[in-house]
């Protein structure tokens, strides 16, 4: 729905009225799909009140089978459950596949499906195995769809939420990365007011355009503060300051010897990000206490962060503990200002280029805040850090020769806690494992892996073990998102 330019955010079931405020801005609510059966103990339900306030529905999958339940239909099991692509047929002129068409593909992923409709809604779609694919009140307000219309699966699916989002909300089309920055600037200076604001820059897209916005709001107050923690990337301290340093004046801080060792014989991925979070707050706190009137730390924190760190929309589950999130101590001399905390990495990307920063920093692939911790695999120290930068850089570097760096959303090398048996100058050999991992995606919730050409992953392979002492094996990852995340710790 961002992506036509209108505002939308994700709540939790138990939402208040309250939450929804200001009602005059809110346009219609959409009943999200899920893995539960409506007749579950422990099944989410959404509260009453949003089916009394007027304002269009649009239920998904589960969110369908819901609407159904909820107004009397029955909702059963079926012997032919769908999974996968069916074809769906449109019945009468319905509004809200005015801009799709008459029939299509679509993508089903059900158990449970609608057996009886609810009094006062009629079906305006169908499969061969589903009667009731989409429904509809009589007043036209209330509206269910079986199938995924927000999955790439689907046939022109953004046509069929712009249906609802358009043609059925009347939502206005303004939320764009302008829109954005303006709003952000006003709230950033409201909130800063006369002090200065620590900002955490790592060289990536999400804390490079942070800085620039700070800088926009409130010029000089803005300290950007660059920290090598000694996990970074093969020269990724010269490559930031001389992309950086002009355009927001970036200070350096060198503590590597300090992360290293808050971080000998740590194992746990888990307890890396929590040290390394809290290691960075430490940092910056002792930073802060050089300046007078100085009590903000801005980060770059994205929504996935916030989602994949910790169930605060919801009954979601924790996948993993971004440094920026859960990492961070209890304790904080600072007060943490985070204005990307609801957009998304595309999004940022927009604003970064909205902001002027340069297609070099807008391209580049994320990098995770706890550095290589998280790409060595078991316990770090200096030595398995030197190895897998040499073998990053290679990678990087045949990716861009082969034009696929810029194909691809992330390229990561991981170095593994195995040796594998090998042959080199007809001597046996017992080195480390590194895997590659190259995945494409738009909003990195999920991803799949990118069909590089043999070609470029035998000259990565080739080049890694002859040039990086210490490897003998190299290794593909050919895992979607889920059920793998995209980094291994």
């Known amino acids: 729905m961002r992506e036509f330019n209108v505002f939308s955010d994700i709540l939790p079931p138990n939402v208040r009225r309250e939450d929804l405020e200001p009602i005059e801005r809110l346009k219609g609510i959409v009943l999200s ?14 509260p009453d009140f949003i089916f009394d306030m007027g304002i269009p529905i649009l239920g998904i999958c589960y969110g369908h089978q819901y609407i159904a339940h909820k107004f009397g239909g029955k909702v059963a099991s079926v012997e032919k459950r769908e999974y996968g692509y069916a074809k769906l047929r449109v019945i009468g002129k319905p509004k809200l596949f005015k801009r799709w068409g008459r029939d299509g593909q679509v993508w089903m992923s059900h158990g449970d499906s609608i057996e009886t409709l609810p009094k006062g809604f009629t079906a305006i779609a169908e499969t061969d195995n589903s009667p009731y694919s989409a429904i509809v009140s009589d007043d036209g307000n209330i509206i269910g769809v079986q199938f995924h219309p927000e999955v790439k699966h689907t ?16 939502a ?25 604001v620590l900002c955490a820059v790592s060289g990536g897209v999400d804390s490079s355009s942070l800085a620039m916005l700070l800088r926009r709001a409130v010029g000089e107050q803005a300290i ?22 002009k355009l927001i004046g970036l200070e350096v801080i060198d503590a590597r010897r300090r992360f290293l060792d808050a971080l000998r014989g740590i194992i746990d991925p888990e307890e ?46 924790t996948i993993k503990t971004h440094h920026n999130v859960g990492g961070l101590p209890e304790k904080m001399d600072l007060e943490l200002i985070e204005p990307f905390k609801f957009l998304f990495k595309d999004e940022v990307r927009k604003v970064g280029r909205g902001l002027g920063l340069s297609d070099e920093i807008i391209g580049r692939h994320p990098f995770p805040g706890p550095g ?27 990716l861009e020769r082969a034009g696929w760096y810029d194909k691809t959303s992330q390229a990561i090398v991981v170095l593994l806690p195995v040796r594998s048996v090998g042959v080199m100058g007809d001597a046996r050999t017992y080195e480390n494992v590194v895997a590659l991992r190259c995945v494409i995606t738009e909003d990195f919730m999920t ?9 470029v992953l035998a000259e990565i392979s080739r080049r890694i073990t002859n040039e990086v002492k210490g490897v003998n094996r190299v290794v593909y990852d050919i895992t979607t998102k889920p059920p793998a995340t995209i980094e291994w710790e």
Not at 33 to 46: C, I, M, N, R, T
Not at 225 to 243: C, H, M, P, T, Y
């Open 224 to 245: 950007c503060i660059f920290v090598d923690n000694g996990l970074l990337r093969l020269n990724e301290r010269d490559k930031v300051k001389r992309s950086l340093g």
């Open 447 to 455: 991803a799949d892996w990118a069909r590089l050409p043999y070609d």
């Open 372 to 398: 290589l911790a998280v790409r060595v695999v078991g316990e770090v120290d200096e030595e398995r850090l030197e190895i897998l930068r040499q073998a990053d850089a290679i990678a990087m570097e045949v």
């Open 33 to 46: 799909g899920g893995p539960h059966s409506v007749y579950e103990k422990d099944a989410p339900y959404p």
């Open 172 to 196: 206005r089309r303004q939320w764009t990365p302008e829109h954005f920055i303006t709003e952000a600037t006003d709230e950033i200076r409201e909130i800063v007011g006369g002090e200065k």
């Open 272 to 317: 890396k990000r929590r040290i390394i979070g809290e290691t960075f707050i430490r940092v910056f706190e002792e930073r802060a206490r050089k300046e007078k009137n100085l009590r903000f730390l801005a980060q770059g924190t994205l929504y996935p962060d916030k989602i994949e760190s910790e169930p605060v929309m919801g009954p979601s589950t």
């Open 155 to 170: 046939e022109r699916g953004s046509e069929i939420l712009k249906g609802f989002v358009i043609d059925i909300c009347n």
